[in-house]
Protein backbone atom coordinates (compact mmCIF):
# COMPACT_ATOMS: atom_id res chain seq x y z
CA UNK A 1 0.00 0.00 0.00
CA UNK A 2 1.35 3.73 -0.87
CA UNK A 3 0.96 6.45 1.21
CA UNK A 4 1.05 10.26 -0.56
CA UNK A 5 3.31 12.71 2.10
CA UNK A 6 1.01 15.96 2.33
CA UNK A 7 1.89 19.15 3.87
CA UNK A 8 4.22 19.87 2.06
CA UNK A 9 5.37 22.22 -1.59
CA UNK A 10 8.05 23.07 -3.90
CA UNK A 11 9.82 26.31 -2.92
CA UNK A 12 13.08 27.56 -4.07
CA UNK A 13 15.78 25.73 -2.06
CA UNK A 14 13.84 22.47 -1.74
CA UNK A 15 10.18 21.22 -0.41
CA UNK A 16 8.93 23.48 2.45
CA UNK A 17 7.33 20.63 4.94
CA UNK A 18 4.43 22.00 6.66
CA UNK A 19 3.94 18.76 9.06
CA UNK A 20 4.87 20.49 12.37
CA UNK A 21 5.95 23.80 13.35
CA UNK A 22 10.38 23.14 12.23
CA UNK A 23 8.53 24.05 8.76
CA UNK A 24 11.79 22.27 7.23
CA UNK A 25 13.43 23.24 3.79
CA UNK A 26 14.85 20.47 2.88
CA UNK A 27 17.16 20.17 -0.08
CA UNK A 28 16.87 17.37 -2.81
CA UNK A 29 17.77 14.28 -1.78
CA UNK A 30 17.55 15.47 1.94
CA UNK A 31 15.68 14.69 5.10
CA UNK A 32 14.09 16.96 7.75
CA UNK A 33 14.56 17.27 11.52
CA UNK A 34 12.57 14.60 12.53
CA UNK A 35 15.23 12.47 10.31
CA UNK A 36 12.29 10.24 8.78
CA UNK A 37 10.47 12.77 5.79
CA UNK A 38 12.81 13.88 3.24
CA UNK A 39 12.17 14.96 -0.81
CA UNK A 40 14.55 13.51 -2.89
CA UNK A 41 13.92 16.00 -5.89
CA UNK A 42 10.54 14.91 -7.28
CA UNK A 43 8.85 13.04 -4.41
CA UNK A 44 8.50 13.93 -0.59
CA UNK A 45 8.15 10.80 1.63
CA UNK A 46 8.77 8.78 4.40
CA UNK A 47 9.78 5.35 4.70
CA UNK A 48 7.82 5.50 8.09
CA UNK A 49 4.38 5.89 6.80
CA UNK A 50 2.19 2.65 7.54
CA UNK A 51 5.32 1.15 8.78
CA UNK A 52 5.60 0.07 12.43
CA UNK A 53 8.28 -0.68 14.95
CA UNK A 54 6.50 -1.99 17.60
CA UNK A 55 2.99 -3.62 18.32
CA UNK A 56 1.54 -3.92 21.95
CA UNK A 57 -1.42 -4.58 23.50
CA UNK A 58 -1.70 -1.89 26.66
CA UNK A 59 -3.75 -0.98 29.24
CA UNK A 60 -5.15 2.07 28.42
CA UNK A 61 -3.66 3.60 32.01
CA UNK A 62 -0.12 3.09 30.59
CA UNK A 63 -0.66 5.68 27.63
CA UNK A 64 -1.21 6.88 30.03
CA UNK A 65 -5.03 7.55 30.05
CA UNK A 66 -6.78 7.38 33.16
CA UNK A 67 -10.19 9.01 32.31
CA UNK A 68 -10.98 7.55 29.15
CA UNK A 69 -12.04 3.96 29.42
CA UNK A 70 -10.88 2.63 32.07
CA UNK A 71 -9.77 -0.38 32.66
CA UNK A 72 -9.57 -1.03 28.54
CA UNK A 73 -6.47 -2.51 26.57
CA UNK A 74 -5.82 -0.57 23.46
CA UNK A 75 -3.94 -1.71 20.36
CA UNK A 76 -0.24 0.30 20.68
CA UNK A 77 1.54 1.19 17.60
CA UNK A 78 5.31 2.49 17.05
CA UNK A 79 7.26 3.78 14.13
CA UNK A 80 10.20 5.78 13.73
CA UNK A 81 11.33 9.20 14.32
CA UNK A 82 10.74 12.46 16.26
CA UNK A 83 10.32 16.18 15.52
CA UNK A 84 11.95 16.50 19.04
CA UNK A 85 15.19 15.63 20.34
CA UNK A 86 15.19 14.99 24.12
CA UNK A 87 18.14 13.85 25.53
CA UNK A 88 16.22 11.95 28.07
CA UNK A 89 14.43 10.08 25.76
CA UNK A 90 12.87 7.05 27.04
CA UNK A 91 12.19 5.34 23.21
CA UNK A 92 15.63 7.42 21.86
CA UNK A 93 15.88 3.45 19.84
CA UNK A 94 13.24 4.36 17.81
CA UNK A 95 12.57 8.12 18.14
CA UNK A 96 15.71 9.40 17.26
CA UNK A 97 16.84 6.32 15.22
CA UNK A 98 19.62 5.53 12.53
CA UNK A 99 16.29 4.37 10.00
CA UNK A 100 17.90 1.87 8.18
CA UNK A 101 18.90 -0.01 11.56
CA UNK A 102 15.10 0.11 12.85
CA UNK A 103 13.40 -2.95 11.56
CA UNK A 104 9.74 -1.55 10.33
CA UNK A 105 6.64 -3.94 9.11
CA UNK A 106 3.57 -2.60 7.26
CA UNK A 107 0.22 -2.58 8.35
CA UNK A 108 -2.34 -1.25 6.15
CA UNK A 109 -5.24 0.04 7.80
CA UNK A 110 -7.65 -2.43 6.50
CA UNK A 111 -5.56 -5.01 8.04
CA UNK A 112 -4.54 -2.88 11.56
CA UNK A 113 -9.27 -2.64 11.81
CA UNK A 114 -9.44 -6.50 10.87
CA UNK A 115 -6.60 -7.08 13.74
CA UNK A 116 -8.13 -4.79 16.33
CA UNK A 117 -11.05 -6.27 15.51
CA UNK A 118 -9.67 -9.89 15.94
CA UNK A 119 -8.51 -9.20 19.36
CA UNK A 120 -11.80 -7.77 20.68
CA UNK A 121 -10.53 -3.89 21.47
CA UNK A 122 -12.03 -1.22 21.00
CA UNK A 123 -8.91 1.66 20.62
CA UNK A 124 -5.51 2.36 18.61
CA UNK A 125 -2.68 4.26 19.97
CA UNK A 126 -0.01 5.66 17.65
CA UNK A 127 2.53 5.88 20.34
CA UNK A 128 6.16 4.73 21.73
CA UNK A 129 7.49 7.59 19.03
CA UNK A 130 6.17 11.05 17.65
CA UNK A 131 2.47 9.82 16.13
CA UNK A 132 1.70 12.64 14.35
CA UNK A 133 4.96 11.85 11.57
CA UNK A 134 2.49 9.13 10.44
CA UNK A 135 -0.51 11.74 10.34
CA UNK A 136 -1.48 10.64 6.43
CA UNK A 137 -1.34 7.02 8.06
CA UNK A 138 -3.81 7.89 10.46
CA UNK A 139 -6.09 9.79 8.47
CA UNK A 140 -6.28 7.19 6.19
CA UNK A 141 -6.87 4.25 8.91
CA UNK A 142 -9.02 6.26 11.35
CA UNK A 143 -12.41 6.02 8.85
CA UNK A 144 -11.62 2.75 8.46
CA UNK A 145 -11.43 2.34 12.53
CA UNK A 146 -14.55 4.24 13.34
CA UNK A 147 -16.79 2.46 11.04
CA UNK A 148 -15.65 -0.31 12.65
CA UNK A 149 -16.47 1.44 16.26
CA UNK A 150 -12.78 1.41 16.61
CA UNK A 151 -11.25 4.68 18.47
CA UNK A 152 -7.73 6.28 17.31
CA UNK A 153 -5.53 7.89 20.11
CA UNK A 154 -2.31 9.62 19.60
CA UNK A 155 -0.08 10.05 22.35
CA UNK A 156 1.79 13.15 21.16
CA UNK A 157 4.65 15.91 21.78
CA UNK A 158 1.97 18.27 20.27
CA UNK A 159 4.43 19.80 17.53
CA UNK A 160 2.43 19.01 14.82
CA UNK A 161 1.10 22.24 12.71
CA UNK A 162 -2.12 23.93 13.11
CA UNK A 163 -3.12 22.91 9.35
CA UNK A 164 -2.17 19.18 10.43
CA UNK A 165 -4.18 19.59 13.38
CA UNK A 166 -7.36 20.47 12.22
CA UNK A 167 -7.32 17.77 9.55
CA UNK A 168 -6.19 14.98 12.31
CA UNK A 169 -8.46 15.99 15.04
CA UNK A 170 -12.29 15.18 13.71
CA UNK A 171 -11.27 12.00 13.66
CA UNK A 172 -8.97 11.49 17.01
CA UNK A 173 -11.20 10.64 20.59
CA UNK A 174 -8.56 11.11 22.76
CA UNK A 175 -4.98 12.35 23.35
CA UNK A 176 -1.97 12.37 25.85
CA UNK A 177 -0.31 15.50 25.47
CA UNK A 178 3.53 15.59 26.77
CA UNK A 179 4.32 19.25 27.80
CA UNK A 180 8.01 18.44 28.50
CA UNK A 181 8.23 22.10 30.62
CA UNK A 182 6.85 25.14 30.81
CA UNK A 183 10.13 26.99 30.13
CA UNK A 184 10.32 28.31 26.18
CA UNK A 185 13.82 28.34 26.33
CA UNK A 186 13.81 25.05 27.58
CA UNK A 187 11.39 23.74 25.14
CA UNK A 188 13.47 25.07 22.10
CA UNK A 189 16.84 23.66 23.73
CA UNK A 190 14.80 20.39 23.46
CA UNK A 191 13.61 21.07 19.66
CA UNK A 192 10.07 21.84 20.47
CA UNK A 193 8.05 24.90 21.26
CA UNK A 194 5.88 25.88 24.33
CA UNK A 195 3.76 28.24 22.24
CA UNK A 196 2.94 25.57 20.10
CA UNK A 197 2.29 22.67 22.55
CA UNK A 198 0.16 25.38 24.67
CA UNK A 199 -2.14 25.96 21.15
CA UNK A 200 -2.56 22.68 20.04
CA UNK A 201 -3.68 21.19 24.07
CA UNK A 202 -6.18 23.66 24.30
CA UNK A 203 -7.36 23.32 20.61
CA UNK A 204 -8.09 19.69 21.45
CA UNK A 205 -9.77 20.34 24.12
CA UNK A 206 -11.96 23.25 22.70
CA UNK A 207 -12.50 20.48 20.01
CA UNK A 208 -14.06 18.07 22.34
CA UNK A 209 -11.39 15.61 21.89
CA UNK A 210 -10.30 13.87 25.23
CA UNK A 211 -7.22 15.24 26.68
CA UNK A 212 -4.83 14.61 29.56
CA UNK A 213 -1.68 15.93 29.99
CA UNK A 214 1.69 14.73 31.08
CA UNK A 215 4.39 16.29 32.55
CA UNK A 216 7.41 14.53 33.25
CA UNK A 217 9.80 16.52 36.09
CA UNK A 218 13.28 15.89 34.72
CA UNK A 219 16.19 17.84 36.68
CA UNK A 220 17.17 20.78 35.69
CA UNK A 221 14.88 21.14 32.32
CA UNK A 222 11.01 20.83 34.29
CA UNK A 223 11.80 20.52 37.97
CA UNK A 224 11.13 24.27 38.57
CA UNK A 225 8.16 25.34 41.33
CA UNK A 226 7.86 28.71 39.66
CA UNK A 227 7.59 26.92 36.20
CA UNK A 228 5.09 24.28 37.28
CA UNK A 229 2.67 26.69 39.17
CA UNK A 230 2.68 28.36 35.71
CA UNK A 231 1.60 25.42 34.05
CA UNK A 232 -0.68 24.35 36.45
CA UNK A 233 -2.38 27.97 36.29
CA UNK A 234 -2.51 27.55 32.43
CA UNK A 235 -4.34 24.27 32.43
CA UNK A 236 -6.48 25.54 35.54
CA UNK A 237 -7.69 28.30 32.51
CA UNK A 238 -8.32 25.59 29.74
CA UNK A 239 -10.56 23.87 32.70
CA UNK A 240 -9.56 22.25 35.70
CA UNK A 241 -10.71 19.00 34.28
CA UNK A 242 -8.35 18.21 32.35
CA UNK A 243 -5.67 15.17 33.89
CA UNK A 244 -2.36 15.82 34.96
CA UNK A 245 0.09 13.50 35.21
CA UNK A 246 2.97 14.24 37.28
CA UNK A 247 5.56 11.53 35.92
CA UNK A 248 8.83 10.96 37.70
CA UNK A 249 11.71 10.67 35.57
CA UNK A 250 14.73 8.00 35.34
CA UNK A 251 17.73 8.00 33.60
CA UNK A 252 17.73 7.11 30.17
CA UNK A 253 19.52 8.08 26.65
CA UNK A 254 22.17 10.93 27.24
CA UNK A 255 20.64 12.22 30.09
CA UNK A 256 22.04 10.67 33.65
CA UNK A 257 20.90 13.08 36.63
CA UNK A 258 19.64 10.80 39.21
CA UNK A 259 15.75 10.55 39.09
CA UNK A 260 13.64 12.73 40.60
CA UNK A 261 12.73 13.11 43.99
CA UNK A 262 9.92 11.67 45.55
CA UNK A 263 9.19 14.63 47.96
CA UNK A 264 9.17 17.12 44.57
CA UNK A 265 7.11 14.88 42.85
CA UNK A 266 4.16 15.24 45.95
CA UNK A 267 4.96 18.83 46.78
CA UNK A 268 4.00 19.19 42.96
CA UNK A 269 0.93 17.18 43.13
CA UNK A 270 -0.07 19.17 46.53
CA UNK A 271 0.71 22.51 44.04
CA UNK A 272 -1.36 20.78 40.71
CA UNK A 273 -4.33 19.93 43.05
CA UNK A 274 -5.16 23.18 44.31
CA UNK A 275 -6.44 24.07 41.18
CA UNK A 276 -7.09 20.82 39.18
CA UNK A 277 -9.36 17.74 40.32
CA UNK A 278 -7.58 15.13 38.03
CA UNK A 279 -4.21 14.92 39.29
CA UNK A 280 -1.61 11.96 39.23
CA UNK A 281 1.68 10.59 39.99
CA UNK A 282 3.38 8.01 37.35
CA UNK A 283 6.74 6.31 37.35
CA UNK A 284 6.51 6.04 41.56
CA UNK A 285 6.71 2.77 43.14
S1 LIG B 1 7.64 16.71 10.07
FE1 LIG B 1 8.56 18.54 11.00
S2 LIG B 1 10.70 17.96 11.37
FE2 LIG B 1 9.88 16.48 9.87
S3 LIG B 1 10.39 17.35 7.86
FE3 LIG B 1 8.33 18.05 8.38
S4 LIG B 1 8.61 20.07 9.34
FE4 LIG B 1 10.62 19.01 9.38
Same mark, same amino acid.
Given at each position: MTYTARWWRREEGGARCGLCFHRCLIPAGGVGYCKVRGWDGDVFSSPCLGRFSSCAL???? %? %??? *????? /?? *?IFSLGSAGCNMRCPFCQNHGIAQPDTQRVSLMPLSPPDLARSVKREGLSSVAYTYNEPTLQAEYVLQAAPLLREAGIASVLVTN /???SAEARDELT????? @?? @?? @? %???DPVKYAALGGSLDVVKENAAGWVRAGVHVELTNLVVPGISDSREDFARMVDWIAEISPQVPLHISRYFPAHKYSAPPTSVALLKEFATIAGRKLTKVHLGNVF
Open positions: DPIE %K %KPL *YHWRP /GS *Y /GMLPWIDA @VN @VD @V %KTF
